[in-house]
């Protein structure tokens, strides 16, 4: 069930939701709308924790109708990037290497915006491309940052997608990758339609538009990655959550929209929402728009078969399995720049113990023969493999073999 982490005090039409993790704590950013000012939730080293709200403003009138926010990190310093609904323009903030300072921020100017109310923002491996959703035009602008988000974009560098297929007030947007290939999804709020967004190898390219199905008041989408399977997650604002199982890769097809719950009481209206992975477990942490909270909905790790379920370490160790079968085992890894990546294998866990061994010697006089006698009770051993010497190589196969040594020392 979802749980309310917070009431958002002070808010009037709260919109927008980001929600990253620095230096040991986890961070929420949204905008109040109606008064144009952006809030800081300090959640500590928790979501589960209440978060302390720090009202940041206006930055002197910079936002105008803030709508939504998206964060990420270059190098060592973390930048935002916001749209205002009511001035339709774009802003960037600079943090610096601490979310939890107040940020600096410089209008990149309306680069073709028409009411913009969602944000994606992705590095593709050389560039950075930001998507924005044109609530009011009915349309997506991609705009290329080139190499690095301090680049200031110009008209020029803004791509309009989708205009004439069907998107009506899309607000959501989500973007991932498989096999090459870069993929989206699309929330479009005024004729309750969930699309996905197929580019091909690059971002920039028109996108194949296709229907997934409709939610009513749909409002936000996500798309995860879990294991080797791809999902997206989607709020509708009357109707509640809904999870689409893609399956192996991001294609459309073969799926269907699956109600995972209302959640009224907790995340009723739900406008927009962030997923992440705290530990083991999968948070979809989302606002209410009408309701004023932060609420959360755990997606708790079902396996109880493995003796530890998540670790921070590079090479972990201590790792056991009660029980045999396939396992998906997922390494996720955060690079420099803040972008994330993760890799998946299934491994398959035996019901097989190692075989009982020892051995016995006689004769171990320098200049004789030794004989080496093996010792398994079990009776389970099909292969031998002796290195007398100690040089990593194998002197015998043989269940019992004999050697000589031919210097005095002590051999392992």
Known sequence: AGTTVSDIGGFTSAEGLEVKHDKGSWYGFLFDRSSSKLYRLTFGNSLSNVPTQTEIGTLGGLFSGGAQIRLVKEGSVWYGLAVNFTTSNLVRLSFGSDLSSTPTGVSLGTLGLSGPRGMAVQWDGSKWVVFVTNYSANNIKAINFGSSITNNPVIGDVVTMGTGSGISGPLGMSV?????????????????????????????????????????????????????????????????????????????????????????????????????????????????????????????????????????????????????????????????????????????????????????????????????????????????????????????????????????????
Request: glycine share 12%; hydrophobic share 35%; proline share 2%.
């Open 176 to 412: 991932g990758e498989y096999g090459g290939n870069w993929y989206g999804l699309l929330s479009s709020n005024t004729n309750g339609k969930v699309y996905h967004l197929s580019f091909g190898s690059s971002l920039l390219s028109a996108p194949t538009i296709s229907e997934l199905g409709s939610v009513s008041t749909v409002t936000d989408v996500a798309i995860v990655k879990d294991g080797l399977r791809y999902y997206g997650l989607i709020s509708g604002s009357s109707t509640g959550i809904y999870r689409y199982q893609f399956g192996s890769t991001l294609a459309a097809g073969g799926g269907s929209l699956e109600l995972l719950g209302t959640f009224s009481s907790t995340m009723g209206s739900l406008f927009s929402h962030r997923v992440v992975k705290e530990g083991a477990n999968w948070q979809l942490v989302g606002m209410s728009k009408v309701n004023k909270k932060v609420s959360k909905l755990n997606f708790i790790d079902q396996c109880s078969n493995v003796s530890m379920l998540s670790s921070t370490g590079a090479e972990p160790t201590g790792v056991s399995y009660s029980v045999a079968g396939s396992y998906v085992v997922e390494l996720m890894a955060t690079s420099s720049n803040g972008n994330t990546a993760s890799a998946s294998q299934q491994v398959t866990v035996q019901n097989s113990q190692a075989p009982d061994i020892d051995f016995s010697t006689s004769n171990q006089c320098l200049g004789s023969v030794s004989t080496f006698t093996s010792i398994n009770l079990s009776g389970d051993i099909t292969t031998y493999s002796w290195d007398f010497d100690g040089d990593g190589i194998e002197d015998s196969t043989d269940p019992n073999p004999m050697y000589q040594f031919v210097s005095a020392a002590a051999y392992t």
